[in-house]
């Protein structure tokens, strides 16, 4: 348990409405994540942060933004939802850098855009 | 550019047997290598992993060889279980850039 929790875990909402995720970590680690898991696609990195304020984009970011103001919390933001981005959501958080590290998730979102 | 290929499921055995889920992947460093498991509902967990060439990463039964010649990491299990039942995520990590890379994952699903 890397001591991810993910806030809230289920919610459904309309198009065009704004929408934020939260992800918390308890363990004051550096780098954190933001994945999309959809059939056939696997898991898909949106963001992700590697410190207070220091994000960057992944390979699906468009449509969605992210914050990072303190190290503990990462927020996912879906500026104007569209139906495309119902999905299943993961924060993820590594330990450590180097060749050993590992990646934690947390228990995931499921967000559905009607 | 980096990525991770996994065998397409479902795959359905019956239970005690052999099984083998097989993951390549292309990198353009030196990555580690990761087998997740997803349960249904949960996250990813960590099931085993290998940092370097013809490491052999285990747990709970499941073993994978990191090889580096056929820039393969297949799972494998000599006798599955039901509660093996779930989704099988590789990976791979370059750590330079602290970034991971999945495959689509595979399903199985082990009969009684």
């Known amino acids: 348990d890397a001591g991810i929790t993910q806030s809230p875990r289920h919610k459904v909402t309309e198009t065009g409405t704004p929408v934020t995720l939260r992800c918390h970590q308890t363990?004051?680690?550096?780098?954190m994540y933001w994945y999309r898991q959809d059939p056939g696609h696997g898991l898909r990195l949106i963001h992700y942060?590697?410190?207070?304020?220091?994000?960057d984009k992944g390979e699906v970011s468009d449509g969605y933004s992210v914050s990072r103001s303190k190290t503990e919390d990462f927020l996912l933001t879906l500026e104007s939802a569209t139906s495309s981005q119902t999905s299943v959501y993961f924060c993820?958080?590594?330990?450590?850098?180097?060749?050993?590290?590992?990646?934690?998730f947390g228990p995931g979102t499921r967000l559905t855009v009607l | 550019g980096n990525s991770v290929t996994q065998m397409e499921g479902p795959v359905t055995l019956s239970e005690e047997a052999f099984l083998t889920i097989n993951c390549t992947y292309t990198?353009?460093?030196?990555?580690?290598l990761f087998w997740y498991v997803q349960y249904p509902g949960e996250g990813l967990q960590l099931l085993l992993k290998?940092?370097?060439?013809?490491d052999k990463g285990s747990n709970k039964g499941f073993e994978a060889t990191y090889r580096k010649e056929t820039t393969s990491f297949h799972l494998e299990k000599g006798s599955v279980q039901v509660s093996d039942s779930a989704v099988y995520f590789c990976?791979?990590?370059?750590?330079?850039?602290?970034?991971?890379?999945f495959g689509s994952g595979t399903k199985l699903n082990v009969k009684p």
């Open positions: 363990e004051n680690h550096r780098y």
């Open positions: 990198a353009t460093g030196y990555p580690s």
């Open positions: 290998a940092t370097k060439a013809d």
């Open positions: 993820a958080i590594t330990r450590a850098g180097g060749p050993t590290d590992t990646q934690y």
């Open positions: 942060s590697y410190g207070v304020k220091d994000t």
């Open positions: 990976a791979l990590l370059l750590y330079n850039f602290n970034k991971f890379y």
